[in-house]
């Protein structure tokens, strides 16, 4: 099992934890994290383009000339598609493009992104983290006393913890999330830095072993 230092939020180390390699050790499957940054991207995307078909152009409802003598080809409307100011063949129209990924996957690619930052050295695990009031200063000296004041910065807490998602949601590059609900492998590859507490080791270890 990966061992890992803990560290109080000042940056000083207090102990060492023991990972579970089922968790934190496995093999990094590169094509199941991409497949899940897109379907993680997918879901968020509009989809509202749309386009008018020649049904929903106002106008064209009046045959433009009659059917037969005057040499030209035969027209029922000016809002066809092949005429200007007509309508769209075959346009986009308002759907989602959200897609959903096997359960194991979907499992698998979190272990692998877990897996990378631990490997990369870019997980740290902290005691707890919580402040007494909401304050961005607070995240800031956290972030000071591991050097990563400038880097994109992901905190992991057990539970929702209001005050810290507060304290960090004005700084640019810094997200404050629950691993109850919202772990997710898109914010795991974009932060730089990865700070876990140990109430959300547990939570990941007890969803995911």
Request: hydrophobic fraction near 40%.
């Amino acid at each position: 099992m990966p061992k890992v230092a803990v560290y109080d939020i000042t940056g000083a180390k207090t102990g060492e934890l023991e990972l579970n390699d089922s968790v934190f050790g496995v093999e990094v499957n590169e094509a199941v994290l991409h497949q899940a940054v897109v379907m993680q991207l997918a879901s968020q995307r509009l989809g509202t383009a749309s386009t008018k078909t020649r049904g929903l152009v106002r106008g064209g409802g009046r045959k433009p000339w009659k059917q037969k003598g005057t040499g030209r080809a035969r027209a029922g409307s000016t809002r066809s598609p092949i005429w200007v100011g007509g309508g769209t063949t075959f346009g986009p129209q308002p759907r989602s493009y959200a897609f959903r990924m096997p359960r194991k996957q979907r499992r698998l690619a979190i272990k692998s992104a877990l897996t990378a930052k631990l490997q990369d050295g870019e997980l740290v695990v902290v005691d707890s983290i919580a402040f007494e009031a909401p304050k961005t200063k607070n995240v800031v000296n956290m972030l000071s006393g591991f050097d990563a004041a400038n880097k994109k910065s992901l905190i992991i807490t057990g539970e929702v913890v209001e005050n810290v998602e507060k304290s960090a949601r004005n700084i640019p590059g810094v997200k404050a999330i629950p691993a109850s609900s919202s772990l997710n492998v898109y914010d795991l590859l974009y932060h730089d830095k990865v700070f876990v507490t140990k109430e959300a080791i547990t939570r990941i270890e007890e969803v995911l072993a």
